[in-house]
């Protein structure tokens, strides 16, 4: 989550990160003319952005071709994060949507055996909260981080229905009704599960995917029924899927093109 609220921003960064970002997605070198086009910036502009970059090791630029693509330098601001524990580097931007909206948020990791199991939660302060103990397991296909995995599984209504006979309700929804939401889920990319799971408590979630279609991470907010209207919630799912859009880019290495066309 970025801090946006009251800062003005430098335009020439923006386009250098928005030039390197259609680099990264396009994975091959482009010229100077294209990269203008494809970022709406003019030829001018985008050519001393893109010598400076390429002064500085960013990009690097083929003489021959005249053309640029992502450059060792990169590696310089990478090396950090390289290795590093995937739960680590999603914490700032989970504890900021926490605290940002007033909710307890859970991280899930998804196993290979169709359960969930909570690996981190995050919370702001002076709420009333839900506690749920790490190691904390669940069938995948339970709440609304299950809708989110059938959906973007795109299991068929059978396979569905399957799983969801897997998960004790404690007010069921019925069938017909959670398959509604799973179609849902497949155009927005996040599903709610309104205590049904659990009495009292809603639940708004999303998932990330990895570079090869799985789903590996699960991310729902948490909160007591009635702490919060439906436009609230609204912007906590918009808040979880940019969060599962970034997650996918820049933990799991998916194409900007793909996590963007799955939540339309």
Not at 43 to 51: D, G, K, M, Q
Not at 87 to 108: M, Y
Not at 244 to 264: H, P
């Given at each position: ?100 909206h007033r909710v307890t948020i859970a ?128 912007k906590v799912a918009d808040a979880l ?24």
């Amino acid at each position: 989550m970025s801090d946006d609220h009251g800062h003005k921003f430098v335009p020439a960064v923006q386009n250098a990160t928005r030039i390197m970002r259609l680099l990264a997605a396009q994975g091959e070198p482009l010229g100077a003319t294209q990269i203008a086009r494809e970022t709406g910036l003019n030829v001018s502009s985008a050519f001393n952005i893109l010598r400076t970059l390429s002064h500085e090791g960013i990009l690097s630029f083929n003489s021959e071709a005249k053309t640029y693509r992502i450059g060792m330098g990169l590696l310089e601001f990478a090396a950090p994060l390289l290795g590093a524990n995937p739960a680590d580097l999603l914490r700032p931007t989970l504890a900021a949507i926490a605290h940002e909206h007033r909710v307890t948020i859970a991280l899930w990791h998804i196993t290979g055996n169709e359960r969930i199991v909570l690996i981190d939660r995050f919370t702001a302060p002076n709420i009333v909260q839900v506690v749920i103990a790490r190691n904390s397991r669940l069938p995948v296909f339970a709440g609304a981080i299950g809708r989110c995995y059938a959906a973007m599984l795109g299991l068929d209504e059978a396979a569905t229905r399957t799983g969801y006979d897997t998960v004790r309700w404690q007010q069921e929804p019925g069938f017909d009704s959670y398959w509604q939401d799973v179609i849902t889920a497949r155009q927005t990319g996040v599903a709610r599960d309104r205590e049904q799971l659990f009495r009292g408590l809603e639940i708004v979630a999303t998932l990330a995917r990895d570079a090869a279609d799985i789903p590996r991470i699960g991310m729902s907010s948490i909160t007591i029924a009635g702490q919060h209207d439906e436009n609230s919630l609204e912007k906590v799912a918009d808040a979880l899927t940019d969060a599962a859009d970034q997650i996918e880019r820049c933990v799991f290495g998916r194409n900007v093109a793909d996590s963007t066309q799955k939540r339309k």
